[in-house]
């Protein structure tokens, strides 16, 4: 599926994602393993994912 | 224990129910990097540290606390398809519950094979 289907940020500032949306796609660099590489959202279709935001590395909570 | 550490601790869970997991702060690949070294729960990490250096991701996502420039406690449930089901986010100061991400994920499946309502607390015995 091209990317075109899926809705950006930069295309639309009203637009935010919420329940029964489509996600939105980005593609992002991501420490995995021990390797440093390009992480893409389409990357996990046909599987559940969770994103996890978190506030920054070295919090207490 | 911190949210990551707990994630951490669960996920072989998660990936024993073929669901995947994406941590995404607005901190740098080389600040995940050092996170990860220092961090004895977080060595052996199964899923990726994605840098939001851009704050593009949580944008669109709706989770960027502008002035701090760091993301919310946010999560979202994505499913195979790539539709969201379920967000939920949480207070800056109060850690969330990693356990009922698991059983949400375990309802989510369940839902969409059976076509069945999931009940009030229920669990996979």
């Not at chain 1, 091209?2 to 991501?30: C, G, W």
């Not at chain 2, 939920?88 to 949400?104: D, Q, S, T, V, W």
């Amino acid at each position: 599926m091209s990317e075109d289907l899926f809705i950006k940020p930069a295309q639309s500032k009203e637009f935010y994602a919420t329940r029964d949306d489509k996600a939105p796609f980005f593609s992002a660099d991501a420490v995995d393993g021990s390797e440093i590489r390009r992480i893409r959202l389409d990357e996990f279709k046909g599987k559940w994912l969770v994103l996890f935001f978190y506030p920054s590395d070295f919090t207490a909570v | 224990m911190t949210e990551l550490a707990a994630v951490a601790a669960i996920y072989p869970n998660i990936k024993n129910i073929g669901a995947e997991v994406l941590a995404i702060s607005t901190d740098s690949v080389h600040s995940h990097q050092v996170y990860k070294q220092t961090t004895p729960a977080l060595h052996d990490l199964g899923f990726p540290l994605v840098s939001d250096r851009t704050h593009e991701i949580s944008r669109s996502y709706r989770v960027l606390d502008s002035a701090t420039g760091t993301a919310y406690r946010a999560s979202f449930f994505i499913s195979p398809d790539q539709v969201i089901h379920a967000k939920m986010i949480y207070p800056k100061a109060i850690g969330r519950n990693i356990p009922e991400h698991f059983r949400l994920l375990q309802a989510l499946q369940y839902n969409k094979e059976t076509g069945q309502a999931v009940p009030v607390d229920w669990m996979i015995r």
